[in-house]
Each structure stands twice: as C-alpha cells, then as structure tokens.
C-alpha cells in the first residue's frame, strides 16, 4: 500500500523505514530543510544502528522517497502516520500539541479524497478527540477525515528491532469509524500474521498506553533509586537487594539498575503530562508523579555532591573527568539527559569539566559548548581530581583501571550507573564511589 509519514525524526524516521521493510511504498513528509537534505542524499538524520542502511536500501528502489509538501503527501496516499515532536511546554508541564495540530489539520485542509490520519506522537488522553474534531472542519465538503491514535513503543538505540518486531500494536479508533479497523489490519497484516499481539481499542484507552507504560517504567526506576539511597545510609548494597527483587517473579529484574536515573524525549515529559492532565481532570491521585520526577532529579544532584566531597570539598577549578553525556547508550541523544545535566551543574559550580562519549560529542559542542570535550576515554583523564561514569557505555565498563589510574590527578571514580567492576577498580589503586553503596577506599594488593 500507499502510505505517508509526516515527521522523520526519532520516531518517524524508523517507523517509516519499517514500513518500507514489510513492503509499502512509504513517502516521508519532513520539514526541517537540514533533515530532508540528509534523508535525500539517503542518509540517516541521526544516529541510529541500521537506520541509514534501512533507508539507502529503500530509497535505491524508489520504495522510500520524501518531500517537505502536503499536497505530495494527499496525493501520494490515503493513510497518513504522524509522528511529529510533543514536546514539554516552556516553562509548564503540559505537551506541546501545536506540531501535531499543524500536521494533521495540514493534511485534512488539502485532502480531496477520504483519509485517515493515525496519531503516533505521544499525547494527553483526550487529545485524538479533539484532533479528529479539528480534521472534520479543515476538511474540504465531501471529504471525510478520520483520525486514529496508535502509539510508539520504539526505543532508541534499538529502534530499528523493535520497529521490525512491535512488542504489541496499541490502536484507537471512533467508534463510527470500523471501516479504519480494516484498513490498519491491512496495512500492518505483516506484523500481526507473524504473531505480534493487535489491540483495538477506543482513542481514550490507545491514548493513555504509552503514557502509562512509561509513568510505570519511571516508578520502577525512582523506586529502586530511593532504596539506593536507602542502602546509602545504611551500609546495604544496592546491587544485591535488586538482584534479590528481580528474582521475585511478580517483580522482575527489568529497569532496577539504581543509578543516575531516568532521561531521554519520552519518559521525563510523559510522566510530567500525564500528571498535568490527571490534575485538570480532578485526578488527585496523580500526586505520586510528582514524587517520581524529584526522585530521579534528586539523583542528579546526589552525584554532583559526591563529586564535590570526591574533589575535596569544593568544585572551584577542579578537573572533573566525565564518561558519557548521552541519555543512554547507544545513541548520541542529550534529551533531559541526565549525564548532561550533572556536567553542565559541575560547571556551573565552577569545575572544568571535560566530557568523552562515543557518538554524543559533536551533540555536546553544539548544544553545550562551554564544556570541554576529548575524543577518547583516556584523554579526558589527564589531570581530572574525579572521573564521573555517568551513562552506561560498553567501552566504560571494559575499560583497563589499572592502564588508567596514572593519567589521573587523583584516582577517584564515581560510577553513577552501576556497572564498573568496583572490586577491580579499587584493587588497582582507585577510590571507588557508586550509587546505592557506601565508598570503597582503595585496597592495593
């Protein structure tokens, strides 16, 4: 089939490329002129593993093309995803819904033939309702526009296999709509028929999937980060007490790695929306939200304060060493990142700060460039008082301490994510600090 996807950025960059990979000519409607040049010259926007293949692939055989124009996009087809930015308003909670409002009153000004617009950015429950009102009165007289909602579960870094294998499909349709039932069952029958789980529900309940999915996600991981500090204060160790939860079959081990916390586009500004929705709809058990997000910020702030006690009580002019500023590994996306935020806090707090990562670096000197920058992990130690691993990077956790301990000022590691060897680290020499723990002095052998 015929379909178009308004948006290629994290989102619709891989679902468009899976699209194209089950076998519908997909045409990608982006407006941002740097981002069509790269996809045009069949290149990915941003780094993601397989994406730019996935495209080159496809664009080779003219089954992915894309423009910057509506009118191209209600021509080329009838069956249009998009997943354009929501992001958190300046300065408030709630979303940003002024892209999606653009996009899909856009394609239902200049329809002249029956549509369906199916919602895939992220949005407040009750948004869809409200979108297909907006596209029933753009629409030409004698068009019908109807408008779905089916979120995203992708992941960065892993966006592509899970584009290629959907952990489930989550679609709201009106309910005066089940002809749309129909035609999505067509358009994703590759999936489906090879066992993925399709749920048809109403836009209320489709709508609150992803959002939910992810405040429960953020609870998981403030949970186990409040215990850490729990294990702080009490000499408890956090990796064992989450090894022991996640063996309890009710729990599972899954997103209790105590650390630094939660970052990226998606969960920060989901669960911020979702308690600000639950909250004009009178909900007051939303309150816990709130709790969630101070305990992952607190994090941050945690990490900031041992680094100053690491640095011998003041931050002023001290060398501070950061491993990774991306918000997860395996992408170079400083979203709400978390490892950012500790980098740009230290400097703000008068440290020199020099950061490595492995994809995120160009990322960095564009967006924060008052930081220092050093191509390699071994580099940024030369001189540091503390070495700060901040996102989870395999090169980190492999790196040799005892090929590292001389290059640094002081031997001193806050291993904010949990996953140095701090057994190792501290045999050779280094103080060793990680979250959830009290400190390891070293212990020569």
């Not at 701090?422 to 990680?434: D, H, K, L, Q």
């Amino acid at each position: 089939m015929k379909v178009t996807v308004v948006g290629i950025g994290r989102l619709g960059a891989p679902y468009a490329a899976s699209l194209a990979e089950i076998g519908h000519d997909v045409l990608g409607v982006e407006s941002d002129p740097r981002t069509l040049a790269e996809l045009r010259a069949d290149r990915a926007p941003f780094d993601e593993p397989d994406l730019g293949e996935t495209i080159a692939k496809h664009a080779a055989t003219g089954r992915m093309r894309f423009t910057d124009s509506y009118d191209q996009a209600v021509a080329f087809a009838d069956v249009h995803f998009v997943c354009v930015p929501t992001p958190q308003q300046h300065g408030a909670l709630a979303a940003d819904l002024s892209y999606i409002e653009a996009a899909v009153t856009g394609l239902a000004r200049r329809a002249r033939r029956d549509c369906l617009i199916v919602a895939k950015s992220s949005v407040p429950v009750g948004t869809a309702q409200r979108l297909g009102d907006q596209a029933a009165a753009a629409a030409r007289p004698g068009v019908t526009v109807s408008v779905a909602y089916s979120p995203d579960f992708l992941r960065e870094s892993t966006s592509m296999q899970d584009a290629a294998r959907p952990s489930r499909i989550i679609v709201g349709i009106p309910e005066q709509r089940p002809q749309d039932d129909t035609l999505l069952r067509t358009i994703w029958g590759p999936w489906t028929g090879a066992g993925v789980r399709l749920i048809v529900t109403n836009l209320e309940t489709a709508e609150l999937a992803k959002s939910a999915a992810n405040a429960f996600l953020a609870t998981k991981i403030s949970y186990i980060n409040f215990i850490g500090a729990l294990c702080e204060q009490t000499g408890a160790d956090i990796r064992d007490l989450s090894l022991s939860m996640g063996l309890d079959p009710r729990i599972g081990p899954a997103m209790l790695d105590a650390g630094l916390g939660f970052g990226g586009s998606c969960i920060p500004k989901d669960i911020r929306a979702l308690y600000e929705r639950a909250t004009e709809l009178h909900v007051p058990e939303a309150a816990f939200l709130k709790d969630i997000d101070a305990i992952n910020i607190r994090r941050r702030r945690r990490v900031v304060a041992l680094a100053r006690e690491a640095a011998g009580g003041t931050l002023t002019g001290k060398r501070i060493a950061i491993w990774g500023a991306a918000f997860k590994p395996g992408t170079d996306d400083l979203r709400d990142s978390p490892a950012l935020a500790v980098a740009l806090d230290l400097h703000t707090a008068g440290a020199d700060v020099v950061v490595h990562d492995p994809k995120a670096l160009p990322a960095v000197r564009q967006q924060a460039p008052r930081l220092k920058t050093a191509d390699s992990l071994d580099k940024a130690l030369d001189g540091a008082h503390v070495l700060l691993h901040l996102t989870g990077w395999e090169p980190y956790r492999h790196a040799d301490p005892t090929a590292l301990v001389d290059r640094i000022a002081t031997p001193a590691v806050i291993d904010a994510r949990g996953t140095l060897d701090r057994a190792v680290w501290s045999r050779v020499g280094w103080a060793f600090t990680t979250l959830g723990a009290r400190p390891v002095s070293p212990t020569p052998a």
